[in-house]
Structures are given as structure tokens and as C-alpha cells.
T-cell receptor, first 113, second 113 residues
Framework: GAVVSQHPSRVICKSGTSVKIECRSL??????MFWYRQFPKQSLMLMAT?????????EQGVEKDKFLINHASLTLSTLTVTSAHPEDSSFYIC?????????FGPGTRLTVT | TQLLEQSPQFLSIQEGENLTVYCNSS?????LQWYRQEPGEGPVLLVT?????EVKKLKRLTFQFGDARKDSSLHITAAQPGDTGLYLC?????????????FGSGTQLTVLP
């Protein structure tokens, strides 16, 4: 199957700092990638759709100035959590479409202290 | 209101038992995927169903897409502890974006040895 990687897998940062998470499609090109947030034992919540070469589309309630998304190439999308606070601690997962199937990265555990 | 209703939310069974997880909606989906997720990892695609009435088998797992493409089920025969995980159904609504997935609420399955 298609492979999507994420980096870092875990990150701990201090409140007020910014954190960048990378999502890469390793063996295919993805014009669209998605960023999700997941709380323990719950389903995935779509945060935004990342579009190569254009602005991301954010879901209702997601602050675009806080969660900056850049999709600079067909294989890379980045999510930057700016001025992170403890309530931003979560599991962030990206995915990319290959045909009509969506493949997920392994996730990034963010802990803000 | 969740577009995709998944049930049950939690399921704990003994090794060797059979189980069925349901995914229901009032909307029609062009395709539907089932994922399995283990703690600290991203969801892994198990199967995609696209044709109404379609049945797909993957070893002890049987997936069915409803005739009207509004519902799906996952049946596991002779469950094993290795089947433990969060099972997610996700689909692309016929009326929505062709690339964006809508997720069910998830079923946390625990298979006890």
C-alpha cells in the first residue's frame, strides 16, 4: 500500500513556542493532504485540507492563524502549531489521497507543557 | 449529528467469539473504507468497498456494503487478541468533496485471551 510518513513522531514543547509537523507521501504524489486531530479512544477530527500550491481549507472552529498549513510540493505538507498551549496537546495525523483511497501517516504525539 | 453512525462504540469479547460492527448513515456514499488503528499509530486501511451489495473477505474479516450504499458492516470470525484495536469506518459522501473522508465515531474492540 501507499506510504505516508510523519515527522516527528513525538514532540514535547513549552507553552508559547511553535512546533512544525511534516507529512510526506513517500511513493506517490498528493495534490491534497488532510490534517486530523485525535483525542484518546475517539475518532479522527478533520482540521483542514491542504492543497498543493494554494491555501488550505479549514474546518469550522479551527483557527487558521494558529494551525498554519503549507503544502509546498506534491509530496510534502507541514502543519505548524503556533504559540502552543497545553490544550493543543493531542495526536495529530495526516493523510493523503491515492485515487479514492486515503492513506494515513503514523501520527505525531504533541505534548505542550 | 454524526453523518456516519458506528456501533457498538465499545466491544469486549473472548478469544474465539464472532462479532459484527455496523456503520450506518442516511446519506449515500460513493465509497466506504474500513480502518484499524492501534494506540499511538495512524489508521491502517483494511478495505475499500465501492459497489452496492459488495462483499469482501480478508481472512477472518468480512466486509459488506449495503445495497443502497448507505451502510456497511464488518464481521470478524473467531476473534483473536491481535484483532484488538479501534475500528473506523469512513466514507466519501456522494454529495461532498470527492477527496474528503467522513469518519464514523469508531468501535474500540478488545479481544481477551
Amino acid at each position: 500500500g501507499a506510504v505516508v510518513s510523519q515527522h516527528p513522531s513525538r514532540v514535547i514543547c513549552k507553552s508559547g513556542t511553535s512546533v512544525k509537523i511534516e507529512c510526506r507521501s513517500l511513493d506517490f504524489q498528493a495534490t491534497t493532504m488532510f490534517w486530523y486531530r485525535q483525542f484518546p479512544k475517539q475518532s479522527l477530527m478533520l482540521m483542514a485540507t491542504s492543497n498543493e500550491g494554494s491555501k488550505a481549507t479549514y474546518e469550522q472552529g479551527v483557527e487558521k492563524d494558529k494551525f498554519l498549513i503549507n503544502h509546498a510540493s506534491l509530496t510534502l505538507s507541514t502543519l505548524t502549531v503556533t504559540s502552543a498551549h497545553p490544550e493543543d496537546s493531542s495526536f495529530y495525523i495526516c493523510s493523503a489521497n491515492r485515487g479514492y483511497e486515503q492513506y494515513f501517516g503514523p501520527g505525531t504525539r504533541l505534548t505542550v507543557t | 449529528t454524526q453523518l456516519l453512525e458506528q456501533s457498538p462504540q465499545f466491544l469486549s469479547i473472548q478469544e474465539g467469539e464472532n462479532l459484527t460492527v455496523y456503520c450506518n448513515s442516511s446519506s449515500v456514499f460513493s465509497s466506504l473504507q474500513w480502518y484499524r488503528q492501534e494506540p499511538g499509530e495512524g489508521p491502517v486501511l483494511l478495505v475499500t468497498v465501492v459497489t452496492g451489495g459488495e462483499v469482501k473477505k480478508l481472512k477472518r474479516l468480512t466486509f459488506q456494503f449495503g445495497d443502497a450504499r448507505k451502510d456497511s458492516s464488518l464481521h470478524i470470525t473467531a476473534a483473536q487478541p491481535g484483532d484488538t484495536g479501534l475500528y473506523l469506518c469512513a466514507g466519501t459522501p456522494l454529495s461532498g468533496s470527492a477527496r474528503q473522508l467522513t469518519f464514523g465515531s469508531g468501535t474500540q474492540l478488545t479481544v481477551l485471551p
